[in-house]
């Protein structure tokens, strides 16, 4: 009974690693200055670490990212496209309710990719001490 007990315990044990997953949330206040960089930056990320599970939570300026229509002026690149393809991916896109708000924005506004948080700032405390999401911001 004890030698079946501890092969379990093994089994368990080393079985963990493999179940581990790195989680990361992408911060973005201003998509003029952070879109592009940040987009590029995911999709590198996803390339090298294809099982991160990554969200990218928009607060401010940042949830012009996720407008309809909206592009990268300096490049011309259209973000809703890289977003379709990042979402395909599994990486989540959150917009902040309070901007919405602040903003006047109405929610049809936004691609259909773009999820709703209350709070953007709050949202990412969250993720990160409650559900141990790394922090970048790009």
């Avoid at 990554?54 to 909206?70: S, Y």
């Amino acid at each position: 009974m004890l030698k079946a007990m501890t092969v379990a315990a093994a089994l368990v044990f080393t079985a963990v690693p493999a179940l581990a997953q790195d989680n990361v949330v992408y911060h973005i206040d201003d998509a003029a200055v952070q879109g592009t960089k940040a987009l590029r930056n995911i999709r590198n990320h996803l390339d090298v670490a294809p099982e991160t599970k990554i969200r990218v939570v928009t607060h401010a300026d940042g949830v012009d990212l996720l407008l309809e229509g909206q592009k990268d002026a300096k490049n011309n690149i259209e973000y809703a496209p890289l977003i379709s393809d990042l979402k395909t991916r599994g990486v989540a896109f959150e917009v902040c309710e309070i901007t919405i708000k602040r903003r006047n924005l109405d929610k049809d506004k936004f691609i259909m990719e773009a999820e709703f948080t209350p709070s953007g700032v709050a949202r990412i405390g969250q993720l990160q001490a409650r559900e141990h999401y790394a922090y970048i911001k790009p």
